[in-house]
C-alpha cells in the first residue's frame, strides 16, 4: 500500500462505550503519529455514521454513504456496534463484512506483561489468526422447526439422497455449511502471505475434517495444495514429512523437516479443531500463524484472547487482501453495562489503531503506542476490567488512561 502523508481514513465510533474508547484511541494515535514523523505526516479522520447514531440521525442503522466512504477510501477503523433487533438486519458487522468483501477476520494474539491472565505462561501465547470471514454456517442459511421448506428439505435428504429417516425425525432444523475452494485458497494464501512476510516459523490449518469431511476436510487439503502449488520451496509441508517418512523412514523425514526449518521454510501443518483447543492452552509456542474457517475461528479467537487478559485488549481487522480494503475494529461489543462511566478500557481499539498503522506501513507510530501500553501495564496503571483482577495495580479512568499513554 502506497500512503500518503495525510490519507483521509473514515471511522465509526460505535455505540455504548464507543465514543469514550475512540476519543482516548483517536487522542493516542494522533500523538503517535506526530512523534513518530515530527508532524510531517498526520491523518485526516472522517466520521462515518452506523449503529444507534446513524438510526437517530438518518432512520437507517447502515447509510449507503457509510459503505461508500469505505469502498472509496479503503481503510477505516469502527468502534463497537449494538446490533438492533428486527429489521431485516442480522449484524451490522457481518453487513460491512460480506458489503466489502472482508475475507479475512485477522485477530493477533499477545501478551503485556502485567496483564491478570489465567494460564501459567501467557508469555509463551503469541498468535496471530486468520478467521475466513464469509463463508461456513455464518451464511445464516438455516430451516426453522415447522416451516414448509424445513419439511420440503428433510424430504430431500431421506428422499433423494437416501439418508436414513430415523436420523431426521419431523422434529428436525437444518443449517447449511457452505466452504467454497476459492474461500479457502483465499484465506489461507493470506495466512502464508502474512507468515513469510512477518518471518513466522509456521502455519497451522485448524479443521475438523475427519468428521467434515467435504467441508471442512476439504478445506485442509486446498490449503496444503495451495502452499504447495504457489508458494514452493518458502514452504514445507506436513504430508511431504509423512510421504518422506513412509518411503525413507523417520529418520530421513526427521532431517528433512530439520533442514527444511534451518532454511527458513514456513512449515504447513493441520490440527483437528479439539486437539487445537487442547494444544494451544497446553503448548502455545508450537504453534504461530492458525488459518481456519469461520465457526471455529469465532470459538479460537475468544479462547485465545481470554489467555492474555480478555476482550478488552484483543484487537481484531477484516480484510480483503486482494483489494486491499480493511476495516480495524475492537472485539468486543459495546458493554452498554459500563458506558458512560470512565471504565472502559480504550486498549483493544487502540490496538486496532495500531494493526492500521502497520498496514498503512506507519510501523513506527504503531510501535510508539505498542512501547506505551507495554510501559503501562508493567507499572500497573489499568482500567477497571483489569484493576479489579490484579493487586497493586492503580486504577485510571478511560479518560486518565489516555493521558497516562500520552505522557
Ligand atoms: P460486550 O463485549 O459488549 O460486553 C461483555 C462484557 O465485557 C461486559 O461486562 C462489558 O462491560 C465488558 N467489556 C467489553 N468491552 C470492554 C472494554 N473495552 N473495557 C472494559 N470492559 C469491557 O458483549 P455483549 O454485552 O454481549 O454485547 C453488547 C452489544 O454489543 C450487543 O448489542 C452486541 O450485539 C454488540 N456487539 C457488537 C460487537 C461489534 O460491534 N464488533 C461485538 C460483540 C457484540
Redesign the pocket.
Known amino acids: 500500500i502506497q500512503t500518503p502523508d495525510n490519507p483521509t481514513i473514515p471511522y465509526i465510533e ?4 464507543g465514543p469514550e ?1 475512540w476519543t482516548a484511541a483517536k487522542q493516542v494515535m494522533d500523538a503517535a503519529v506526530r512523534k513518530a514523523y515530527n508532524g510531517k505526516r498526520h491523518i485526516e479522520w472522517k466520521e462515518v455514521l452506523a449503529g444507534e447514531k446513524a438510526f437517530n440521525q438518518t432512520g437507517t442503522w447502515l447509510p449507503n454513504d457509510t459503505l461508500k466512504a469505505f469502498q472509496t477510501y479503503r481503510i477505516g477503523i ?6 438492533p433487533i428486527g429489521g431485516g438486519i442480522r ?3 457481518v453487513a460491512l463484512r460480506q458489503t466489502l468483501d472482508l475475507f479475512v477476520c485477522l485477530r493477533p494474539v499477545r501478551w503485556f506483561k502485567g496483564v491478570p491472565a489465567p494460564v501459567k505462561h501467557p508469555e509463551n501465547v503469541k498468535m496471530v489468526i486468520f478467521r475466513e470471514n464469509t463463508e461456513d454456517i455464518y451464511a445464516g442459511i438455516e430451516f426453522e422447526l415447522g416451516k414448509p421448506e424445513t419439511d420440503i428439505f428433510r424430504h430431500f435428504l431421506t428422499d433423494e439422497m437416501g439418508i436414513s429417516k430415523v436420523r431426521f425425525p419431523e422434529s428436525s432444523a437444518f443449517g447449511v455449511k457452505p466452504i467454497s475452494k476459492d474461500g479457502s485458497e483465499r484465506l489461507v494464501r493470506s495466512a502464508i502471505h502474512y507468515a513469510i512476510t512477518n518471518h513466522l516459523p509456521s502455519v497451522t490449518l485448524v479443521h475438523k475434517g475427519n468428521i467434515m469431511k467435504y467441508t471442512e476436510g476439504a478445506f485442509k487439503n486446498w490449503g496444503y495444495q495451495i502452499a504447495a502449488n504457489e508458494f514452493g520451496d518458502a514452504v514445507f509441508c506436513w504430508p511431504t514429512y509423512l510421504e518422506i517418512k513412509k518411503r525413507d523412514g523417520k529418520r530421513a523425514a526427521d532431517e528433512a523437516f530439520e533442514n527444511a526449518k534451518t532454511q527458513g521454510k514456513i512449515i504447513i501443518k493441520d490440527v483437528i479443531t479439539d486437539a487445537f483447543l487442547q494444544e494451544s492452552l497446553l503448548h502455545p509456542e508450537d504453534h504461530s500463524v492458525i488459518a481456519t474457517m469461520n465457526l471455529n475461528g469465532d470459538y479460537i479467537s475468544d479462547q485465545l484472547a481470554a489467555c492474555v487478559g ?3 485488549i484483543a484487537p481484531g481487522a477484516n480484510i480483503n487482501y486482494d483489494s486491499g480494503h480493511a476495516i480495524f ?10 458506558a458512560g462511566t470512565g ?7 487502540l490496538l486496532s489503531g495500531v494493526m492500521m498503522l502497520d498496514y498503512l506501513g506507519w510501523t513506527e507510530a504503531g510501535k510508539l503506542i505498542e512501547n506505551a501500553l507495554e510501559a503501562l501495564m508493567a507499572e500497573g496503571k489499568m ?3 483489569l484493576y479489579s483482577q490484579t493487586e497493586h495495580a492503580t486504577l485510571l479512568t478511560t479518560p486518565a488512561y489516555a493521558d497516562a499513554m500520552l505522557a
Not at 469502527?78 to 446490533?83: I, V
Not at 475494529?329 to 459500563?338: L, M, N, V
Not at 471504565?343 to 481499539?349: E, G, I, Q, R, Y
Open positions: 460505535g455505540d455504548g462505550i474508547i469502527k468502534g463497537p456496534l449494538t446490533t449484524s451490522l458487522n480478555g476482550i478488552g475494529e475492537a472485539t468486543h461489543g459495546t458493554a452498554p453495562d459500563i471504565k472502559a478500557n480504550p486498549s483493544s481499539l482500567t477497571a476490567d
